[in-house]
């Protein structure tokens, strides 16, 4: 071994070793960690026993709830004044002191912003329907905008115990205010520079069945003009002797059935609900399964539907105190459905005092790098551009020059080609060192097939091996030259593979024969299913690999096999890998496989600019004139040898 292959062998252990010691944590953070672990395993063992106390006292609250009867209203009863207490009385026997609230017609409206259409519904006084006005869903027949989920079945209901009753809001009419005035109707629109608040209470009865204008439960809704980030205020006031006075929580169930709004599903994009803790400030999220529930029995700042492109989030500011989140998928009449998302979040709530609030906050918009990392909650960590921080960051770099290209309002086809130029670029000295050392390895040939042809034997193998080394060593060329420009381009092809296929960017951008550059061309569709492959024809796929199959061909041929006679079987290997890229990428994103067939394209280009700068004739002379030159075996090297010797001679031994 000589002294280049050392070194790279060194190279590669330290930043190994460097790599495992800077993300050992220090003395400091293993005790903090150790600190934040048994706080959440206390927290944890003391939210397991009050969920059990809870459960039960619900359970018997609503066992309660729903076994009053509802008394007759004779058929006698005529006069409508008359008939109208009976029904109220029969609302206060369910409801309460919000019987009045319980009836009512549910009336809609919309809010339109420069980037939303939301509609409100008075009953639940709730977010019923939010349109995204920038975004379409995929149909080439019709342009329907993004609605972030079925309306239909949408459920956001506050729950609390009042009087051994559970009072749910979704069953309740809200009283609506546009900036502090009764709102009697109509659609609503943001001007620029403006923004609106949408006041929804719900009040209380007195005694006498009229409304109390001192006990209340507010929604409080504040719509800017271009943000996707809505205010969001839960109030209650003067209720501190309506809800009971022995809880300090109240339960906010959140459901929705998000909708497909994709040509294709991307099954390795993850479409569940992501949350943040408030304790270890970090993102996790649900497996994407077919069905997968959590409990978290521990404070989180945010929950997320997230999909593809679109996410749904609700905010606490002060966190929520529980959450116990699901996905689903379920049976739903709607041709577009996808996925069910819920989540049951308890949030704080003191019963002594008069006036409680909770400040939150939805986000109804797309999944944009730039748009949510600017909220500062780490949104933007459900952006799958990769796991590993490695590829994680190169990613964050490729995110950053994509959108600095994005800028100029070339189309993306463009961005892309000069994307890939750019990162051709960077790996242009690690390509060179890797072609130098096939150039060399390729000029060794004839001696190496000499080597070969004087070892012909099983059981000189090792001398083989030893004299092809020598041979290397001699030459300044090595073994493992090859195998460092690999490993470090290894990891910006991963981190493509990631961001491609997460970039809304690409969402709907046309190039060439393209439509959409975030899902598969297709330039035939067939009239049946090949199995692995699919129903259509993607070109960029096709164009692809065809472009691997004749770089594999090219590399091939400068492969040598002699030092390492595996390497054969690697040559076969490496024909297969394309016919697999065929069938995974032809229902992928056309941008990458557009991507990847540029990097071929381009290292074509760079292989021809490099045999004009390495002529052959040169290396052979450099070749010689390092033969001549007194060639010293380092330590390593010594004791590599002698460890063949031993291996040979236990061979030899073995065999008597």
Not at 92 to 109: C, I, L, M
Not at 177 to 198: D, H, K, R, S
Not at 369 to 388: A, E, H, M, P
Request: aromatic share 12%.
């Amino acid at each position: 071994m000589n002294k280049s292959s050392l070194i790279g062998f060194i190279l590669i252990a330290a930043i190994l070793f460097g790599w495992m010691w800077w993300m050992q944590p220090s003395k400091e953070q293993l005790a903090e960690q150790q600190r934040i672990q048994d706080s959440i395993r206390m927290a944890r063992q003391e939210a397991a026993i009050l969920d059990s106390i809870r459960l039960a006292e619900e359970q018997a609250a609503k066992a309660a709830a729903d076994t009053l009867p509802l008394a007759a209203i004779p058929e006698t009863i005529t006069d409508p004044d008359a008939l109208a207490q009976v029904q109220y009385q029969q609302s206060r026997d369910k409801f309460g002191v919000f019987a009045s609230a319980s009836n009512g017609e549910e009336q809609e409206w919309t809010v339109e912003n420069n980037l939303q259409r939301i509609t409100f519904s008075n009953k639940g006084g709730y977010i019923k329907k939010v349109e995204l006005k920038k975004f379409y869903d995929y149909d080439p027949k019709d342009s329907v905008q993004v609605v972030s989920f079925d309306p239909e079945t949408a459920v956001f209901d506050l729950s609390f115990f009042s009087n051994n009753r559970i009072i749910n809001t979704s069953q309740l009419y809200f009283q609506p205010m546009v900036n502090g005035e009764p709102f009697q109707g109509g659609n609503l629109t943001v001007g620029t520079g403006e923004t609106l608040n949408i006041a929804m209470r719900v009040y209380a009865d007195t005694p006498e069945g009229m409304r109390d204008e001192n006990q209340y439960l507010e929604y409080t809704y504040v719509i800017p003009d271009n943000n996707y980030m809505l205010g969001f205020n839960l109030k209650t006031v003067g209720l501190n002797g309506v809800i009971a006075n022995n809880v300090n929580y109240m339960n906010l169930d959140w459901k929705v059935d998000l909708l497909q709004h994709e040509k294709d599903v991307d099954r390795f994009i993850n479409t569940t609900v992501y949350y943040r803790s408030m304790i270890e400030k970090d993102v996790d999220r649900l497996n994407d399964r077919k069905h997968k529930e959590e409990t978290i029995n521990s404070s989180i700042n945010w929950v997320s539907f997230k999909e593809r492109f679109f996410c749904n989030v609700l905010v606490a500011e002060n966190g929520f105190n529980s959450a116990k989140i699901g996905v689903d998928t379920e049976q739903s009449s709607n041709p577009k459905y996808f996925k069910t998302m819920s989540a049951a979040l308890e949030i704080p709530y003191n019963p002594n005092a008069e006036i409680n609030e909770f400040p939150m906050s939805f986000y109804f918009g797309p999944n944009h790098f730039k748009t949510l990392k600017s909220y500062d909650l780490k949104l933007q960590r459900q952006i799958d551009v990769g796991n590993f921080f490695l590829i994680r960051w190169i990613n964050y770099g490729v995110i950053y020059v994509f959108n600095w290209l994005g800028s100029y309002g070339w189309n993306y086809g463009i961005v892309i080609l000069i994307l890939t130029i750019l990162i051709k670029i960077l790996l242009f000295p690690i390509a060179f060192k890797s072609y130098k050392s096939t150039a060399i390895s390729r000029v060794l040939k004839p001696e190496m097939e000499e080597i070969a042809a004087k070892y012909p034997k099983e059981e000189d193998a090792m001398k083989k091996q030893q004299a092809i080394m020598n041979l290397q060593r001699q030459a300044g060329a090595s073994p493992t030259s090859g195998c460092i420009p690999m490993l470090l381009q290894f990891p910006i092809l991963i981190a493509v593979f990631r961001f491609f296929p997460s970039s809304i960017e690409l969402r709907q951008q046309s190039f060439l024969w393209a439509e959409d550059l975030s899902t598969y061309d297709s330039i035939l569709d067939l009239p049946f299913n090949i199995p692995f492959y699919g129903d259509h024809v993607s070109l960029f796929c096709l164009l692809m690999t065809i472009t691997t199959f004749i770089y594999t061909y090219v590399n091939n041929k400068q492969m040598d096999t002699t030092a390492n006679p595996q390497m054969k079987g690697m040559k076969i290997m490496m024909y297969i890998m394309p016919i697999m890229f065929l069938g995974i990428f032809n229902s992928y994103s056309a941008g990458l496989s557009y991507y990847y067939m540029l990097a071929n394209i381009i290292t074509f280009i760079q292989m021809f600019v490099f045999r004009k700068m390495i002529k052959e004739d040169k290396v052979r002379a450099t070749i010689e004139e390092n033969k001549r030159k007194p060639q010293k075996k380092s330590r390593f090297q010594q004791r590599l040898e002698a460890a063949q010797k031993a291996q040979q001679q236990q061979l030899r031994n073995a065999k008597r």
